[in-house]
């Protein structure tokens, strides 16, 4: 039964295509505005504002990708952004002067990956970075000289630091080290010339890391799961190795938190329960959240501006229009609108989110996201089960192209943070472990079928979608329960537990434990992995599947798809099957993203009865079927 709705369609053009204006940052003396933006060929790059000027002009060139992360030193007038090559996530560091728009490699190390480790008011001439160019299983930290572009060895790892942590002088003084036995361990020097000292252990079920140190280097801030259920903040004395919970919730870990950028006191802290929720610690910033909060409506978000904390960042995600970012000063307590992420959004005819909750099978209380398409009838709607990535991850309320887009074609969306995802506890994330293809699937079939006891969803109409671990998410689906989908679109997931983890990319070598106690050990749980596994199942398909495959994905390997598909191939199964030259772990470039959503759509239209707008010849594209 198709979809019918005087709503109007949104184009995939407006939902997937490149944003006007992201990710507002300002430079540390509060002269320039940064941003990035589509240049003329609508290719993502750095774009500078002078502030109190007209006129922001371009700063890089990026031929195609696009730039997506970029950050301000504290050497003035300089910027640095990270880019890889078609998606192959070997970032490199890109040093921009401001002034004269030269660009240059800092980080030109050939199959290397580059990561900040940090940037200090103190040195502003260095950074520290993690880069695994001695070999390609860790990363070593190095201190690089912006002027002369120099990289020195600053600490070795020794093969199972996953993190690095730096004081106020820059100074690498605590790490969070990976444990035989899938834990984790935080290590600290008292002083920078000191051996590394074990100072919290956290076993195999504990969550935690070190954030950062005080001003004067005397105390760590850590996040820690130990003795609670969630992950909270705890200060620790680094002469006595006292702890002081500094800010805590029972049931959700900490998110986030807002430092001063000189004094690196805390000031606030959030916690993301349905929505972003803020506490503020500081009596001296009480007053600018409460006339931030006043700004707009939705969830704020709040970064530092310059050096100086005259000046701050805000932005407020709303789930039915774009992100609109605001300078805030905090003298006069005013926030002046900077813009918004997609102004073509506004007015359109985009669809609420409601947080929801249900009972899984075995008692667990599971929260998720319910989209419903406007101007329809709540009732027998056809449904799109969509299943987030990690696994060890979360959904967000907000706007989301792609939920948007699924319910303006009349598609309920349903939204579920199964067990394993992150963001509720110990017990909650643990309750994940050894249950890939179980019980975190039965919660998607549980959520599924709350959706159609609602009365939401037609049982007949139901598809399953999902990237990375939603990907597997959705192979599972159509072999362990062949029966309850209509139809399945896989991107980038894996087929087979056991070849995902013999081709992780290297710089995973430390995660290896944990990959173990969460789903199983490659060659003591063979027959347990394939148990999980839906390439051996290809016999059970009998539903249609899409899938769409980026063919330099470092994480899930073009193998992982190639072989499923060769397989369902051999036994006579319906799948259609897109590769992406030019993509990794999920689609960046707008061409490829509307070429993919475009087949998506008419799959989706032909298997569920929903509406789909006109295929067109999208230019540039990389996609081929296989």
Same mark, same amino acid.
């Given at each position: ?9 949104? *184009?995939?053009? @407006? ?19 940064? $941003? ?32 997506? *992360?970029?950050?301000?030193? $504290? ?141 004067? #280097? ?69 007053? %600018? ?35 609109? !970012? ?10 002046? &609108? ?17 947080? @929801? *909750? !249900? ?9 998720? $996201? ?18 987030? #990535? ?8 907000? !706007? ?10 009349? $598609? ?15 017990? &909650? ?37 999902? #990237? ?25 997931? /894996? ?14 070598? /430390? ?16 027959? &347990? ?29 073009? *193998?992982?798809? %190639? ?13 259609? !099957? ?49």
């Amino acid at each position: 039964m198709p979809v019918e709705t005087t709503t109007p369609l949104i *184009s995939r053009e @407006i939902l997937f295509g490149n944003p006007e204006k992201i990710s507002p940052q300002l430079s540390p003396d509060g002269r320039y505005l940064a $941003y990035i933006a589509p240049d003329a060929k609508n290719v993502l790059q750095v774009w500078l504002r002078v502030i109190g000027r007209d006129g922001d002009h371009v700063l890089t060139k990026d031929p195609k990708r696009g730039i997506r *992360s970029y950050f301000w030193t $504290y050497e003035p007038d300089k910027l640095i952004f990270a880019q890889d090559t078609d998606g192959d996530e070997n970032y490199h560091l890109h040093l921009v002067d401001v002034t004269t728009r030269v660009t240059k490699d800092i980080t030109p190390f050939a199959g290397a990956r580059a990561q900040v480790i940090a940037v200090e008011p103190k040195v502003p001439f260095q950074i520290l970075a993690g880069i695994n160019k001695t070999d390609p299983r860790k990363h070593d930290v190095y201190r690089i000289n912006l002027q002369t572009g120099e990289a020195a060895l600053e600490a070795e790892n020794p093969g199972n630091v996953l993190g690095w942590t730096t004081d106020a002088d820059m100074h690498v003084r605590a790490a969070l080290a990976a444990t035989p036995d899938g834990g984790h361990e935080i290590w600290l020097k008292n002083k920078p010339e000191d051996p590394w000292k074990t100072v919290q252990v956290l076993g195999p079920d504990e969550q935690g890391a070190p954030v950062d140190f005080s001003e004067d #280097g005397q105390t760590l801030n850590m996040i820690s799961s130990v003795n609670a259920n969630a992950q909270r903040l705890v200060a620790m004395d680094v002469e006595t190795g006292k702890e002081t919970v500094i800010a805590e919730d029972p049931e959700y870990d900490l998110s986030g938190a807002f430092v001063h950028p000189i004094t690196r006191k805390i000031q606030a802290v959030s916690f993301y329960k349905d929505k972003l929720t803020w506490k503020v610690l500081d009596p001296e910033v009480a007053a %600018d959240f409460e006339a931030l909060a006043k700004v707009k409506n939705g969830e704020l978000h709040v970064s530092r501006g310059d050096l100086k904390d005259r000046t701050w960042l805000a932005s407020y995600i709303v789930d039915d229009g774009p992100v609109t !970012y605001y300078l805030y000063d905090r003298a006069s307590k005013k926030a002046t &609108f900077l813009f918004s992420q997609r102004p073509v959004l506004e007015g359109l005819p985009l669809a609420t989110v409601k947080p @929801i *909750s !249900y009972t899984s099978r075995d008692g667990l209380t599971l929260h998720g $996201y319910l989209t419903l398409p406007r101007d329809l009838s709540s009732h027998g709607l056809p449904s799109v089960l969509l299943v987030h #990535g990690g696994p060890w991850a979360r959904d967000h309320w907000g !706007y989301y192209p792609l939920v948007q887009w699924l319910a303006n074609r009349g $598609y309920a969306v349903l939204q579920v943070n199964y067990r394993g995802s992150t963001g509720y506890g110990k017990k &909650f994330l643990n309750a994940g472990n050894r249950e890939w293809a179980g019980k975190m699937h039965d919660d998607l079939i549980d959520g599924a079928t709350w959706l159609s006891l609602q009365g939401i969803s037609d049982p007949r109409r139901v598809a399953i979608m999902g #990237g990375s671990y939603g990907g597997y998410a959705t192979l599972v689906g159509l072999t362990f329960t062949p029966n309850f989908f209509a139809c399945g679109v896989d991107i980038v997931g /894996p087929s087979n537990i056991i070849t995902l983890i013999k081709t992780i990319p290297p710089y995973w070598a /430390p995660m290896l434990a944990t990959f173990a106690r969460r789903l199983g050990v490659v060659d003591k749980d063979e027959e &347990f992995m394939k148990s999980r596994s839906p390439f051996y199942f290809v016999n059970r398909i009998v539903k249609p599947l899409l899938i769409g495959q980026g063919a330099n994905d470092p994480r899930v390997k073009q *193998s992982e798809s %190639d072989q499923i598909v060769e397989e369902m191939r051999k036994n006579n199964k319906p799948v259609e !099957y897109v590769v992406y030259a030019d993509e990794g772990h999920g689609f960046a470039r707008p061409e490829n993203r509307m070429h993919f959503y475009s087949r998506v759509e008419q799959f989706f239209a032909k298997y569920l009865g929903g509406r789909a707008e006109p295929a067109t010849d999208i230019q540039g594209h990389s996609g081929q079927d296989r």
